[in-house]
């Protein structure tokens, strides 16, 4: 299982990012994907899920009517499109397979860093 995420950087309060997650070594279009974040000196914290044909997602409290997850299966990508960020949303973001919170570390990709900074 290879997971790579890009897409992240450095934005002003209010602005948008979209993360890209490539898939590799796994058959994508058969798994629940998710999100996880990790802010400094904190433990993760889910982002969101969904499953493999995109019907159904689930969001985190923290995130819910600003992040949007899809996933495009011909393309073995996984998206997640931030927008009003916030400086709380500073975090390093990692894609991993399964759902939900209690994804073992080993099924999570190196991660990208997000930043939101005036």
């Known amino acids: 299982v290879q997971l790579v995420e890009s897409g992240g950087g450095m934005v002003q309060p209010g602005g948008s990012l979209r993360l890209v997650c490539a898939g590799s070594g796994f058959t994508f279009s058969r798994n629940d994907m998710t999100w996880v974040r990790q802010a400094p000196g904190k433990g993760p914290e889910w982002v969101a899920s969904?499953?493999?044909?995109?019907?159904?997602?689930k969001y985190g409290d923290s995130v819910k009517g600003r992040f949007t997850i899809s996933r495009d299966n011909a393309e073995n990508t996984l998206y997640l499109q931030m927008n009003n960020l916030k400086p709380e949303d500073t975090a390093l973001y990692y894609c991993?397979?399964?759902?939900?919170?209690?994804?073992?570390?080993?099924?999570w990709g190196q991660g990208t860093q997000v930043t939101v900074s005036s």
């Open positions: 969904i499953n493999p044909t995109g019907l159904v997602i």
């Open positions: 991993g397979r399964g759902w939900g919170p209690n994804i073992p570390r080993h099924e």
